[in-house]
């Protein structure tokens, strides 16, 4: 190519492109050698500011086990450089596309990481990045393990401090921690740990511990779901290795190692033996008792029809209504309610009831929120959660991602399985909740004129003299009257309570589902 940058590096060849940077091949006439300059494509006040930290914290962190700072500066024309050391290899993303690895690679690997991850811990510094393309393998060999792009690093206190517009995705989504996907501030090297751990899971079983097709989809199943472990996916992972990653991955803070030192100490501790052993006995069969499937209502809701990244052309905040206020509308139904990182709110209804219930509680709720967020479509699903090892809710999740993207502002888009449970109870027009319909009162009309109850007189005077006991007495009745559908158990209740009323009765009427 021929160009110089800053009268020392001689541009090669190009090595990779993004949307914002590009990495160049170049040769470094002061100390003649090769070496990769990145220079910074879009000249976007915040990206000019990344890029200076990542020099800054990449000249700070001077170990093996980062990438090499070398020289930066800024060109004539505004555009800032970063020269760092030369590798040849691959990342591990590139790697992983090939097939998981070895359990002993695997080990090797992580430790390797988490050892060097910790010195960075110990500046006080958390990259927020962790993933298989950050991480390079110097000739592809996984036992020599560098870090790459500490474009989101920060330090911890400055990561705690600092407030992240409603809608900017500050990290990768599959090895985002449950703390990033909720778009949260108060970040420590623990939000660290959960990205390594995804990457390890990925190691070991070949898939990310959380993949979907649409982002909001991946973030709510790191916010709502635990991930599934990893011996389910391969058998000869040891035990002592299993209970580290869910440890890793483990949705509360508290609950995970503190920082890499601690993982990389885990790792080391593990018996060798244990290792390498082999599994001679045959898999445990799958236990027709250990799992359950249970019904489970979504309801999600977003500004945007279409998901995407920059936070310059997602930030939501302005129109963001108070959380707390959403959330109690939901915890007052029996949901959780969550905002994540990318503006979307997702609330679930999963705890006990049957089908009919829970999509009665997630369309009130619906109904509650609309004037709250008129800028907002949400979309409502019914499906299935299956519980034992763990909660999964994404495919509900991905039902109402594919709703939403036919959604306008205003809209509650309902799929199929929720409209069979709420037409009868609710205003549903071309899959549309619009409201929720008055209590039937059981009355009858024939071209406009009340009819007449025949044939229950039994059922009637059964009713009026447990009341009159009632009356008599001072005492409370119970009375059930059942029958099958269509048979006019409605009609019955409308006549006694029309009867009712006439003697003065004060009345409370109530409506539930089977």
Same mark, same amino acid.
């Not at 910790?118 to 393990?145: E, F």
């Given at each position: 190519?021929?160009?110089?940058?800053?009268?020392?590096?001689?541009?090669?060849? @190009?090595?990779?492109?993004?949307?914002?940077?590009?990495?160049?091949?170049?040769?470094?006439?002061?100390?003649?050698?090769?070496?990769?300059?990145?220079?910074?494509?879009?000249?976007?006040?915040?990206?000019?500011?990344?890029?200076?930290?990542?020099?800054?914290?990449?000249?700070?962190?001077?170990?093996?086990?980062?990438?090499?700072?070398?020289?930066? !500066?800024?060109?004539?024309?505004?555009?800032?450089?970063?020269?760092?050391?030369?590798?040849?290899?691959? #990342?591990?993303?590139?790697?992983?596309?090939?097939?998981?690895?070895?359990?002993?690679?695997?080990?090797?690997?992580?430790?390797?990481?988490?050892?060097?991850?910790?010195?960075? +811990?110990? +500046?006080?510094?958390? +990259?927020?990045?962790?993933?298989?393309?950050?991480?390079?393998?110097?000739?592809?060999?996984?036992? *020599?393990? *560098?870090?790459?792009?500490?474009?989101?690093?920060?330090?911890?206190?400055?990561?705690?401090?600092?407030?992240?517009?409603?809608?900017?995705?500050?990290?990768?989504?599959?090895?985002?921690?449950?703390?990033?996907?909720?778009?949260?501030?108060?970040?420590?090297?623990?939000?660290?740990?959960?990205?390594?751990?995804?990457?390890?899971?990925?190691?070991?079983?070949?898939?990310?511990?959380?993949?979907?097709?649409?982002?909001?989809?991946?973030?709510?199943?790191?916010?709502?779901? #635990?991930?599934?472990?990893?011996?389910?996916?391969?058998?000869? =992972?040891?035990?002592?290795?299993?209970?580290?990653?869910?440890?890793?991955?483990?949705?509360?803070?508290?609950?995970?190692?503190?920082?890499?030192?601690?993982?990389?100490?885990?790792?080391?501790?593990? +018996?060798?033996?244990?290792?390498?052993? *082999?599994?001679?006995?045959?898999?445990?069969?799958?236990?027709?008792?250990?799992?359950?499937?249970? =019904?489970?209502?979504?309801?999600?809701?977003?500004?945007?029809?279409?998901?995407? /990244?920059?936070?310059?052309?997602? #930030?939501?905040?302005?129109?963001?209504?108070?959380?707390?206020?959403?959330?109690?509308?939901?915890?007052?139904?029996?949901?959780?309610?969550?905002?994540?990182?990318?503006?979307?709110? @997702?609330?679930?209804?999963?705890?006990?009831?049957?089908?009919?219930?829970?999509?009665?509680?997630?369309?009130?709720?619906?109904?509650?929120?609309?004037?709250?967020?008129?800028?907002?479509?949400?979309?409502?699903?019914?499906?299935?959660?299956?519980?034992?090892?763990?909660?999964?809710?994404?495919?509900?999740?991905?039902?109402?991602?594919?709703?939403?993207?036919?959604?306008?502002?205003?809209?509650?888009?309902?799929?199929?399985?929720?409209?069979?449970?709420?037409?009868?109870?609710?205003?549903?027009?071309?899959?549309?909740? =619009?409201?929720?319909?008055?209590?039937?009162?059981?009355?009858?009309?024939?071209?406009?004129?009340?009819?007449?109850?025949?044939?229950? #007189?039994?059922?009637?005077?059964?009713?009026?003299?447990?009341?009159?006991?009632?009356?008599?007495?001072?005492?409370?009745?119970?009375?059930?009257?059942?029958?099958?559908? !269509?048979?006019?158990?409605?009609?019955?209740?409308?006549?006694?309570?029309?009867?009712?009323?006439?003697?003065?009765?004060?009345?409370?009427?109530?409506? /539930?589902?089977?």
């Amino acid at each position: 190519m021929g160009t110089v940058v800053a009268n020392r590096f001689e541009l090669l060849k @190009i090595a990779a492109s993004g949307g914002i940077g590009t990495v160049y091949q170049a040769h470094d006439r002061a100390q003649g050698r090769l070496v990769a300059v990145k220079l910074l494509k879009q000249l976007h006040p915040e990206h000019i500011q990344r890029f200076k930290r990542e020099a800054e914290l990449l000249a700070r962190l001077d170990a093996p086990g980062f990438v090499r700072y070398i020289d930066f !500066g800024v060109l004539k024309g505004g555009q800032p450089f970063l020269a760092t050391e030369w590798l040849n290899g691959e #990342d591990l993303d590139a790697r992983l596309a090939r097939g998981k690895l070895r359990i002993e690679d695997t080990i090797t690997l992580a430790t390797k990481i988490a050892t060097s991850l910790a010195i960075a +811990h110990q +500046h006080g510094v958390i +990259h927020r990045d962790i993933k298989p393309s950050n991480l390079w393998l110097v000739d592809r060999d996984t036992s *020599k393990p *560098k870090i790459l792009d500490l474009g989101l690093a920060r330090f911890i206190d400055a990561a705690r401090s600092s407030i992240t517009s409603t809608g900017a995705i500050m990290g990768t989504p599959s090895y985002m921690s449950p703390e990033q996907a909720r778009g949260g501030s108060n970040l420590d090297a623990r939000t660290d740990v959960f990205s390594l751990g995804c990457v390890l899971y990925e190691c070991l079983a070949g898939t990310p511990p959380f993949a979907g097709d649409q982002i909001m989809a991946i973030l709510a199943k790191i916010v709502f779901e #635990d991930a599934p472990r990893v011996r389910n996916l391969r058998a000869d =992972v040891p035990r002592g290795l299993e209970r580290l990653v869910q440890a890793m991955l483990s949705r509360e803070p508290a609950d995970r190692p503190r920082d890499a030192g601690a993982v990389a100490a885990a790792l080391t501790a593990l +018996h060798p033996s244990e290792v390498i052993r *082999k599994i001679s006995s045959r898999p445990p069969q799958p236990v027709l008792t250990h799992r359950e499937q249970r =019904v489970l209502c979504v309801l999600t809701a977003t500004l945007q029809h279409n998901e995407q /990244g920059d936070a310059s052309e997602t #930030d939501n905040a302005g129109l963001m209504p108070n959380h707390e206020q959403l959330r109690a509308i939901a915890v007052k139904r029996g949901g959780r309610l969550e905002l994540l990182a990318n503006g979307c709110l @997702i609330a679930t209804f999963s705890s006990g009831g049957q089908a009919a219930d829970l999509a009665l509680a997630a369309a009130r709720t619906a109904l509650a929120l609309r004037p709250l967020i008129p800028n907002f479509c949400m979309a409502l699903a019914t499906g299935r959660a299956v519980v034992g090892d763990r909660v999964s809710i994404g495919e509900a999740v991905q039902r109402t991602a594919h709703l939403l993207e036919l959604a306008s502002a205003g809209d509650i888009r309902v799929d199929a399985a929720s409209i069979g449970l709420l037409e009868s109870r609710f205003v549903v027009e071309n899959r549309l909740l =619009v409201s929720e319909r008055p209590t039937p009162s059981g009355e009858r009309v024939l071209l406009g004129r009340p009819t007449t109850c025949v044939g229950r #007189d039994w059922e009637l005077a059964t009713l009026g003299a447990a009341f009159s006991e009632c009356v008599e007495e001072s005492a409370a009745r119970v009375v059930l009257v059942t029958a099958a559908a !269509g048979m006019g158990k409605t009609r019955v209740r409308y006549e006694f309570l029309h009867r009712s009323r006439t003697e003065g009765a004060a009345l409370c009427v109530g409506a /539930g589902d089977p």
